[in-house]
């Protein structure tokens, strides 16, 4: 018995049915967040290629167009990473990162990493970012229950105290 491999098409109708799945204001808030990190990197005076993957992978996987660039009124030429001023804010940024590693249902070591730099520059400590990104590593996303994936990422910065 072969088992046929996913084509490029039936893997691009997929990711097109799990960003379908977020409503507007969950992909545009996902998008920003996404620009913030993409910010974050782009200050550097050098990011490493795979960096560049990541973040580029990312961006393909949210669909991102000029006019996302115009709805969020970013010049990508003066990008500039920004510290969420609320702990809300910070915990919303981390559960974005989530969402995006889980777009393709593949949690791939460089997507971990990527997140880890940027949950540690929002102000979460290593150990605690390590714990969470292990779990979700180790975890089963369901795109049908975002609201309990949520509370998850929530319930576990708590139990941390963060």
């Not at 929002?122 to 292990?134: D, K, M, N």
């Amino acid at each position: 018995m072969s088992v046929k491999a996913p084509s490029k098409v039936d893997f691009f109708y997929e990711l097109e049915a799990m960003t379908e799945k977020l409503s507007k204001d969950q992909l545009n808030s996902i998008k920003k967040s996404y620009f913030n990190i993409l910010a974050l990197f782009l200050d550097q005076k050098t990011i490493e290629s795979k960096y560049l993957r990541c973040l580029l992978k990312w961006g393909f996987q949210l669909h991102l167009s000029p006019d996302d660039l115009k709805k969020a009124s970013i010049n990508v030429t003066h990008l500039a990473f920004t510290q969420p001023a609320e702990k809300v804010e910070k915990l919303e940024s981390i559960f974005h990162l989530v969402q995006m590693i889980y777009l393709d249902k593949v949690v791939e070591d460089i997507e971990l990493e990527v997140a880890s730099i940027y949950a540690e520059k929002l102000g979460f400590h290593a150990s605690v970012v390590s714990e969470l990104f292990q779990s979700i590593a180790t975890a089963k996303y369901d795109e049908d229950n975002h609201p309990a994936v949520r509370q998850q990422v929530l319930d576990f910065l708590k139990l941390y105290n963060v």
